[in-house]
């Protein structure tokens, strides 16, 4: 499994509290990331990380930060939760030197009311 | 926005038949283009990949076949199992420079496999 688990794996928050959700690896992977996945949209990339303090935007970062202090760690943060933000958060990491074959945590249910 | 997407959001075949998945694609820029899988309450899981100079790759039971042409992917598989009920998405992949590949994923196909 990558070694890869996620926390919470369900959340219920209210709308302007801030959320922080976990991705821990085990297994020193460089690349990390972080998706999103709402009906009708599939996976949509976050934010992504390619090493310790280098992290990068993707295609729907507004509201989202991020920090890797570690390499084992990749921190998503909600600084002030919306309803839009209600969705299932997944984690993923890239296997070494398999640029298409990300390997995928098992999901955070994040619902803000 | 998202250039890659779907032409039927399900499909329903029988156990034993073989199954094709289709994708289209607007970005010719693509490095890759990649087929996941996700079964209900998982993440999505790597089934293969295909380089963008290539027209097929075939895996075990699994077949890509990519069409530049008219910028179409498919996915066959091949005797269909209920193992196999999932969505299925296409994903592409691209470089964005230094060693970064950034890849993005269609909606989605649901397979059901009817015994």
């Known amino acids: 499994d990558a070694g890869i688990t996620q926390s919470p794996r369900h959340k219920v928050t209210e709308t302007g509290t801030p959320v922080t959700l976990r991705c821990h690896q085990t297994?020193?992977?460089?690349?990390m990331y972080w998706y999103r996945q709402d009906p009708g949209h599939g996976l949509r990339l976050i934010h992504y990380s390619y090493g310790v303090k280098d992290t990068d935007k993707g295609e729907v970062s507004d509201g989202y930060s991020v920090s890797r202090s570690k390499t084992e760690d990749f921190l998503l943060t909600l600084e002030s939760a919306t309803s839009s933000q209600t969705s299932v958060y997944f984690c993923?990491?890239?296997?070494?030197?398999?640029?298409?074959?990300?390997?995928f945590g098992p999901g955070t249910r994040l619902t803000v009311l | 926005g998202e250039s890659v997407g779907l032409h039927l959001p399900t499909l329903s075949v029988q156990e034993g038949d073989n199954s094709i998945i289709n994708c289209a694609y607007s970005?010719?820029?693509?490095?890759?283009f990649i087929w996941y899988k996700q079964e209900s309450g998982k993440g999505p899981q790597f089934i293969i990949d295909?380089?963008?100079?290539?027209d097929k790759r075939q895996g075990q039971r699994v077949t890509v076949l990519l069409n530049k042409t008219v910028k179409h992917l498919s996915l066959q598989i091949a005797a269909t199992q209920p193992g196999d009920s999932a969505v299925y998405f296409c994903a592409e992949n691209k470089f964005s420079g230094g060693s970064n590949y950034k890849l993005t994923f269609g909606k989605g196909t649901l397979l059901t496999v009817n015994p």
């Open positions: 993923a990491i890239q296997l070494a030197g398999k640029v298409n074959e990300q390997f």
């Open positions: 297994e020193n992977h460089r690349y």
């Open positions: 295909i380089r963008s100079n290539m």
């Open positions: 970005n010719s820029a693509s490095d890759y």
